[in-house]
């Protein structure tokens, strides 16, 4: 699976499951980049085949509509969808 | 072009096309142009990949016969627009949003998961055939524009909703 790393802050793992066409992916990752965090990042429309079923299949086990954007923290928590407030106290921000 | 590989005046020129739709057809688009612009970069993109306009912000499986309730504007625009006031990508939005009273919030999905799709095998276009017909007798089948609502009565879907301008295989068999 293609994963992008952006540097910053550890806050743990963070992960983000975006789509590359879709806005409020963007805005989520935008946001962040602006908290300054650590995190990777996959576009799932981009990967093909097995890869894009295993990414699915990761971001169903944490959102079972299998919608984006879905943010994981420690493959414990997740947030789903550009919820600003959500994620900015999930990174005490 | 952009880094989708999408010409600007193409993003531009369905922009334009599709303010005049929506406002044809009673409908708003979201009042941050550039966010419009973005959504439909998104769109294009989608169709060059594709060969049709899947939502952005959903992922498309690149089957047709699969995505046809993701085709832009979606089935599910119209109900996401009544209970959240916008669609599930935020293009298309109410009157309070479009005149800034109010601001868009997060849209939850309402398309079936995966693993629920596709169970209630519901052809986009039947043709009629005997057993069909329903108890009370019409003299024509009745069909259903699954993007708009539009109902006519007559052997087969219009090739094109005269209303919203959705393609044959959006519609339904209503009656």
Known sequence: MV????NGKNK???????LSTCGWCAKTKDLLRELGI?????????LEGMEQNEAMDQVEKFNQSGS???????NRKSIVGFREKEIREAFGA | MNDAGVREQDVDRTYETLVKDATDGGYRLNPDAEFVKNLICGLLKNEQRYGYRACPCRLASGKKEEDLDIICPCDYRDSDLEEHGACYCALYVNEAIADGSRKVAPVPERRPPRSERGRKKDAAVRTITPGMAPIFSLSLPVWRCKVCGYLCAREQP???CPI???KKDRFERFA
Request: with cysteine; hydrophobic share 50%.
């Open chain 1, 12 to 18: 743990g793992k963070v992960m983000l499951y975006a």
């Open chain 1, 38 to 46: 650590a995190f990777d990042y996959t576009f799932v429309d981009l």
């Open chain 2, 164 to 166: 919203c301008k959705a």
């Open chain 1, 68 to 74: 984006f954007p879905t943010l994981v923290i420690d």
């Open chain 1, 3 to 6: 994963v992008e790393h952006v």
């Open chain 2, 158 to 160: 219009p090739g094109i």
